[in-house]
């Protein structure tokens, strides 16, 4: 009897020819979907490749770059040249961050010889808290 149940459970396929056709055509849809998948992400590098070149050839013609016909020496140079901005851009913040630090340091210095708020030396200078 237990044969009986086991032969007509839903899981058990009643036909192994049925079960090979079954795994064959998963694996068609499978593939159809990993294709699928691969031509999405072409596209996707197809457009980010467009947006790179844009963006090559519009830092080239605001910058000082000699325009190269070889894309990738164009695009070599436009990252050095935004890679030694950012150094100097973060290389002045810095310098204002110490002058900001050493201008709370002398009004802190002020208000304590004043016997005062430091938000009060600071409205006095006309500055923002929140600067």
Known sequence: MAED?????????????????VSSSGKDGQLDALR???????????GLLSQ???????????????????TETRAKLAVDSANTKI????????QYN????IGTQLMGLIAEKRGCRIGE??????INPDD
Do not use: C, W, Y
């Not at 110490?98 to 630090?101: E, N, S, T």
């Open 98 to 101: 110490d002058i900001k630090d």
């Open 87 to 94: 150094k100097t851009q973060i290389k002045q913040l810095q």
């Open 52 to 70: 790179r070149t844009s963006l090559v050839d519009s830092f080239s013609a605001t910058s000082h770059i000699q325009h190269s016909e070889d």
């Open 5 to 21: 149940n086991f032969s007509s459970s839903p899981i058990a396929p009643s036909n192994p020819d049925m079960s090979a056709k």
């Open 36 to 46: 699928a998948r691969q031509a999405a992400l072409e596209s996707t590098v197809a």
């Open 121 to 126: 030396v600071q409205e006095e200078f006309g």
